[in-house]
């Protein structure tokens, strides 16, 4: 995630970077750092920006399921942590998933194949994504 994703998921959310800090458990000055491209953006801070932008735009009757979009086969499916929990709306959270037929390493390498994702990218495209300039990226 970069800090212009950052930024959009924020204001998507409708929080200030105060507002923000004490959802994610982290410090104003650490979400400042985010939004300016400083720091890099830990994957637990990523995961949880993500599940919140998810709670925020999630509609069971247009839910994208991961299972469906991957036309995935009866075996993958039992193998999957995303069919055996029944998220797969939210396949992107969980980690383990069987994507293009096999498990990804960890949540850089997941989150690279996720990105370019139906599942995710409904999502993103749920928020009406647009383009922050810098002085949106301070409020």
Same mark, same amino acid.
């Given at each position: 995630?970069?800090? *212009?994703?950052?930024?959009? *998921?924020?204001?998507?959310l409708?929080?200030?970077?105060?507002?923000?800090?004490?959802?994610?458990? +982290?410090?104003?000055? =650490?979400?400042r750092?985010?939004?300016q491209g400083?720091?890099?953006?830990? +994957?637990? %801070?990523?995961?949880l920006?993500? /599940?919140?932008?998810?709670?925020?735009?999630?509609? =069971?009757?247009?839910? %994208?399921?991961?299972? &469906? %979009?991957?036309? @995935?086969?009866?075996?993958?499916?039992? $193998? @999957?942590p =995303?069919?055996? /929990?029944?998220?797969?709306?939210?396949c992107? /959270? %969980?980690?383990?998933? *069987? @994507? &293009?037929?096999?498990?990804?390493? $960890?949540?850089?390498?997941?989150?690279?194949?996720?990105?370019? @994702?139906?599942?995710?990218?409904?999502?993103?495209?749920?928020?009406? &994504?647009?383009?922050?300039?810098?002085?949106?990226?301070? &409020?």
């Open positions: 995630m970069d800090s *212009i994703e950052f930024v959009r *998921i924020r204001k998507t409708k929080k200030t970077q105060k507002q923000l800090s004490e959802l994610l458990g +982290v410090s104003l000055k =650490a979400v750092s985010y939004e400083w720091r890099t953006i830990p +994957v637990n %801070v990523e995961r920006l993500y /599940f919140l932008l998810s709670r925020t735009c999630y509609n =069971a009757d247009n839910s %994208v399921l991961c299972w &469906e %979009v991957k036309e @995935c086969p009866e075996e993958r499916k039992k $193998n @999957c =995303a069919w055996e /929990f029944r998220s797969g709306h939210m992107w /959270f %969980v980690n383990g998933t *069987i @994507c &293009e037929g096999t498990a990804q390493k $960890n949540w850089q390498d997941k989150m690279k194949m996720c990105r370019s @994702c139906e599942v995710l990218t409904a999502l993103n495209s749920d928020t009406g &994504e647009t383009h922050l300039s810098t002085d949106m990226m301070l &409020e």
